[in-house]
């Protein structure tokens, strides 16, 4: 097993390998230390956690060969996670690959080839109804309870901006505090979906015009200062619209963001909605764990079949 770290060997911003409880290790990066653990931040994931030390590994090509394996590249997830920890430290889309590659034993691989039978085409496994893709996609998704945690403090924000931009009052240092607080929360794709007008309140901000009329017989320079706050707010809107559209899954299924957002969105509330009684969230919730479960034997199936 590959050397754990200390505190005194690391620091802020240093990437490792982090091992959650229950899960394999994965690419982080440190935002914070204490005496006996670190704050992490998972590669590819909205996800942070306190990690004690001893579950805590350098990232370099030892430990890279130790928990870069044929089984966990199996995972997209981790896949992404290592593909963007490479470019972080400055490794080329073609090197990033090669050095994937190199990491998967040469033996095992002729190990691998010499086994496999006389290629046979599998039977082409049935294709899943639109409402198993749903019902998976919702599963997936609901997985990210956890970030859940930050949901108040989003709602808090997002009602501080509507309140600080109305048509009769436009209070904009109480704007920019929100907006400077809504983009440095870790916000899940399951935290959007849950928060539909909070989103929709974002997308309408990128238009965003102070209201003025004749009447009010402004100056060149008043006018001048109202459009310039009003570019300030939408270029604001804007960077915090296309930080929710990062948390999709790209391309999207719809020609952009908001109308793939809202077709997700009316997917997790035509299958949450309605759920009040435990024991009909557990009932959804096999359903749904079996759905994720077939369509991930039939992805694997598909897989095997194209030589994956």
Known sequence: MATVVTAETLAIGDIVFAKKCGYIPWPAKI?????????VQFMSTNDRHRIRYSKIWPYNEYTKSEFITRETLDYEEFREAVFITE???????????????ELLSPIEESLVLSSQPSPTIPDQPSPLSQEQLDLSYVYHVRQQSDSLNVEPQFIKQINRLRSSLTLTDQNYLNAQAAFLELQHLPISQ????????????IRQLCRFRVPYSEEDELTADDLAELQQDSQNVRTQANHLFVHFASKFKQPFSQPNFWSEYCRLTSIYRRYTVAISAPETEGIISKQLQQTAEQKLHEDNACSEMNGG
């Open 31 to 39: 935002i914070a230390k204490h005496s006996r653990a670190s704050l």
């Open 190 to 201: 399951l935290l959007l979906i849950r928060n539909y007008d909070a989103v929709d309140t």
């Open 87 to 101: 470019r972080i430290r400055g490794v080329t889309e073609e090197g990033i690959i090669d050095a994937v590659m």
